[in-house]
């Protein structure tokens, strides 16, 4: 005992001396970055910034509309921007941390000319997104947000469930569920022009996948848009992810290295010359496929991913600012059989399976100033992603191995956005620009025949182009109202459709808390390449392409809402919504109840006509708190109906009528050692109606030996409500030269069983249930210098 009386004794001496070095050393950073004009993206001089309101820490913006604070004091601060010409800005809540430079790059917007000489304040509001022509259900997101909401482990698809009438379709990837509508209508962007979605192990339609290719190093602040979207958005009906990248350091060389479960992650930035300019790169490499190359068993299968991004910036030239961006996947997952046949307790079993999935995009962005009000950026972008699944078997010698089937599909594009802005004056600005798009399409599919042949019994192949243009006008009617018009149009050449459609929109300030919005839109999507090039073989052998003329899906959204801030930090939001869809492809045949509403991941070849009607609507509810003396949280509710109707005139629910969900997400930092050392604890708490399925056919699939489901009852079989808890806990340590972070994620934290569906098992004879994922627990240790 008197020996652990002194072990103890030195254990606390050691401690405090320790603590108190730790609360006499100041650890400071710089922070730096630039102020533009939020219409021009043009640079602002001559602007004041100021940190956390103290008059010795004030700056001027050079003709770059750069600044650069040194010394600040590691921790959480605000940063405030004003100009004679421009509305005051501030930015709470800053992280400044010890080993990376802090970045924070500002947007102004220019007051109208009648309330010059007033000083108007402003604030950051998370609630509005940085495009300045959206309005009603948008909003800006932060890489700080991916990197803290619980199990968004990064990926902006998963922290988008936390926000009111967005869904997950599935817990095994990051497919999401936008107001009802199917995962494919959502879009999305990066650096202002369309992508595929960047996910590695993605589905057929693109929309989703297992997990984002891009890491948080790469991200900058994005938007995130659920409806009656601004006119510069096009092909999609349900949701937009408009993703921004930041740029690297541009004076100085820092690092970032990651290593966790999901994988180890490297970047690198600096600048990229003396004349300026910068580079950012990131590489990551999945740790699962680490322990699979040294032997380790993972559930029977070896899962690999890995993906490289990048922006370059190069230095101001007469060609204006350019960058080039980039990012690409490769992902696979492999199955093997057991060599030992007494193992082989179905057909399956005997199996080899393959699926793998790459996507890649590369661009080059180009911003000039045409004069003072004038801006042009030109964005070319080459995009791809191939899928591919092989399914082979053993004989019983177990020496080699037959190809049962291998599948192969494709999509490339390539792409050209041409964007001006032009503010007419300090009430009215203009956007306007065209889009060309270049879409190539494979589908390769071979299966063994009955004389163990491998026979290609599909080789689809297509291509065509389409083009876009939009224009919208920005009117700063009075200082309470701000008015939004415009349009966008489409058309596609392999049928010759078009599209008109008008966009239009408005915000009343009733108060500088207070304000109503309202937004309407007709949108439209183009079908999926594989069904415009499916082929099917007719009577007299030949080919022929039963949708090649199908038009574009539509959509009229209307959105009204009400938002008051009560304090800076904390708002209450409510919009209510109606989507009426139609022009939908249903199936041909009249008794038919297929809509492609419905279309999660699959292709579809069967005739389809543009007969089909649907329709969304619903109220949602945001209760937020932004950060503030270390703790937030964001509670989003909805009330939701999604159906369809088809060529029997009968109304259905969709696949994803879920009909309520409600999200309460949530955390506190405490900061300790004068904001040396962070300890964060998050929460996530997701309630969902069910996704509904079609019942499966007992009977039928007994007699048959495969699974049939009833068709003439869609998706009357709803599922029990979703609910799961997430929890995470981080701890940050910043130290003299550099920082690092240890964090641990829990996804479903209660290992709740959420019934995922049911299917009939050709083996064994009987219905099944399945269940998404259990408990997943995600360690990853981070260190910046």
Do not use: C
């Not at 989003?636 to 629910?653: A, C, I, M, Q």
């Amino acid at each position: 005992m008197g020996v652990m009386r002194k072990i103890s004794l030195f254990l606390f001496q050691l401690f405090t001396i320790v603590f108190a070095q730790a609360q006499t050393e100041t650890l400071t950073q710089t922070l730096k970055g630039t102020v533009t004009d939020k219409n021009l993206l043009s640079p602002i001089s001559g602007a004041y910034v100021k940190i956390d309101n103290d008059s010795t820490k004030v700056t001027m913006t050079d003709k770059n509309g750069a600044y650069e604070f040194k010394n600040i004091p590691v921790g959480r601060h605000k940063i405030t921007a004003t100009h004679i010409r421009y509305a005051e800005i501030s930015i709470p809540n800053i992280l400044v941390n010890s080993g990376k430079e802090a970045v924070v790059n500002i947007q102004m917007e220019e007051q109208v000319a009648a309330m010059k000489g007033f000083t108007l304040k402003g604030k950051f509001n998370k609630n509005r997104p940085i495009n300045d022509m959206a309005t009603v259900s948008a909003r800006t997101f932060s890489v700080e947000e991916t990197q803290k909401f619980a199990a968004a482990v990064n990926d902006p698809a998963r922290m988008a469930t936390s926000f009111a009438g967005v869904v997950g379709a599935d817990d095994g990837n990051n497919t999401i569920v936008i107001r009802g509508n199917s995962p494919a209508g959502m879009l999305w962007r990066m650096e202002g022009i369309d992508i595929p979605g960047p996910n590695h192990f993605s589905s057929f339609n693109g929309s989703g996948g297992g997990i984002s290719i891009l890491s948080a190093q790469l991200l900058g602040n994005s938007d995130f848009m659920t409806g009656a979207f601004a006119a510069e958005y096009g092909n999609a009906l349900s949701g937009v992810f408009d993703l921004k990248l930041r740029k690297g350091n541009s004076k100085k060389r820092e690092y970032t290295l990651q290593a966790g479960f999901l994988g180890l992650d490297l970047a690198t930035e600096g600048p990229l010359s003396k004349k300026g300019g910068s580079y950012l790169i990131n590489y990551r490499y999945s740790t699962l496929g680490i322990l699979s190359k040294i032997g380790v068993n993972i559930g029977g299968s070896s899962t690999l991913f890995q993906d490289l991004s990048f922006n370059v910036a190069l230095p101001k030239s007469k060609f204006g600012q350019v960058t080039f961006f980039g990012f690409g996947g490769i992902s696979t997952q492999t199955m093997k059989a057991k060599k030992d046949s007494s193992l082989w307790k179905v057909k399956t079993d005997r199996y080899n399976f393959f699926y793998g999935s790459n996507t890649m995009a590369i661009g080059s962005t180009q911003l000039l100033q045409l004069n003072a009000k004038t801006t042009l950026r030109n964005v070319l972008l080459f995009s791809s992603n191939i899928l591919t699944d092989k399914g082979e078997y053993y004989t019983n010698t177990y020496t080699e191995t037959y190809t049962h089937w291998r599948n192969r599909i494709g999509n490339s594009k390539i792409a050209l956005n041409s964007t001006l802005n032009h503010k007419i004056n300090d009430r009215l600005h203009l956007r306007a620009g065209v889009i060309l798009n270049h879409w190539l399409f494979t589908n390769e599919q071979r299966q063994l025949d009955t004389l163990n042949v491998l026979r290609t019994y599909l080789d689809n192949r297509g291509e065509t182009s389409y083009g876009q243009g939009f224009a919208q006008l920005k009117i700063k009617a009075s200082k309470k109202l701000t008015l939004f018009a415009g349009f966008h149009s489409m058309y596609l050449v392999l049928n010759k459709t078009s599209s008109f459609e008008p966009r239009a929109s408005f915000r009343y300030e009733v108060k500088r808390n207070q304000a109503f919005t309202f937004g309407y839109g007709l949108h439209s999507q183009l079908q999926l390449p594989g069904v415009y090039f499916a082929q099917t073989i007719n009577a007299d052998g030949q080919k022929v392409y039963p949708n090649k003329n199908l038009n574009f899906s539509k959509a009229q959204h209307f959105v009204t809402g009400y938002e008051i801030n009560f304090t800076n930090s904390t708002r209450v939001k409510i919009e209510t919504y109606y989507q009426q869809l139609y022009n939908v492809p249903i199936g041909a045949e009249a008794n038919s109840t297929f809509s492609l509403l419905n279309l999660n991941d699959n292709y579809v070849a069967a005739p389809l006509v543009n007969k089909g009607k649907g329709e969304n609507y619903g109220v949602e509810l945001t209760v937020e708190r932004f950060l503030n003396k270390g703790f937030y949280y964001l509670l989003s509710g909805s009330l939701y109906s999604s159906r369809y109707k088809t060529l029997n005139n009968e109304w259905y629910n969709t696949r994803f009528n879920g009909q309520h969900a409600l999200t309460f997400t949530a955390g506190k930092e405490i900061a300790l050692a004068g904001n040396k050392r962070i300890l964060g604890f998050n929460i996530k708490t997701l309630w969902y109606g069910g996704n509904r399925q079609t019942p499966v056919d007992f009977e039928k699939s007994k007699l048959y030996n495969t699974q049939i489901r009833k068709d003439d009852q869609p998706f009357t079989d709803r599922l029990p409500d979703y609910f799961r808890m997430d929890a995470k806990i981080s701890y940050r340590i910043n130290h003299a030269k550099y920082n690092s972070i240890w964090s641990l994620d829990i996804q479903n934290s209660t290992n709740h069983k959420n019934v995922g569906g049911s299917y009939y098992d050709v083996d064994k004879g009987e219905v099944k249930t399945w269940y998404q994922t259990p408990l997943i627990p995600i360690l990853s240790y981070k260190i910046e210098f």
